[in-house]
């Protein structure tokens, strides 16, 4: 059973910094597509990043390009989104999620339905 438990996120003012991060408890050893959803008041989920934990393969939407990076940690079990130049329209609540996968191109068009397990979320709000 795969279970995530985000922690991180928090305030910031436009043109800050914050860091969630994702650990990925499953004793399994089977590749997953792991990424960063968020869901803004009155808006669509939509999939900010990903990252194929069998290749490193990683997708980023482009509203975040050049400013937000995913990776992980496999001695930590863990997959962190480093976010920089923050703007307001990057606040929502963010969620980590994956899915099992043997195909690393599917994590590059995963959309939010596409991921099986959920962790419970992480708010994060800028202020202009």
């Known amino acids: 059973h795969l279970q995530l438990v985000e922690s991180g996120g928090g305030s910031v003012q436009t043109g800050g910094s914050l860091t969630v991060s994702c650990e990925v408890s499953?004793?399994?050893?089977?590749?997953?597509?792991v990424g960063w959803i968020r869901q803004a008041p009155g808006k669509e989920r939509e999939t900010v990043a990903t990252i194929y934990t069998g290749g490193n393969t990683t997708y980023y939407d482009d509203s975040v390009k050049g400013r937000f990076a995913i990776s992980q940690d496999n001695a930590e079990n863990t997959v962190s989104l480093q976010m920089h130049n923050l703007k307001p329209e990057d606040t929502a609540m963010y969620y980590c999620?994956?899915?099992?996968?043997?195909?690393?191109?599917?994590?590059?068009?995963?959309?939010?339905?596409?991921?099986?397990?959920w962790g419970q979320g992480t708010q994060v709000t800028v202020s202009s």
């Open positions: 499953d004793d399994r050893h089977i590749p997953r597509c």
């Open positions: 999620a994956a899915f099992l996968s043997s195909l690393p191109w599917v994590c590059t068009v995963a959309l939010p339905e596409k991921f099986d397990y």
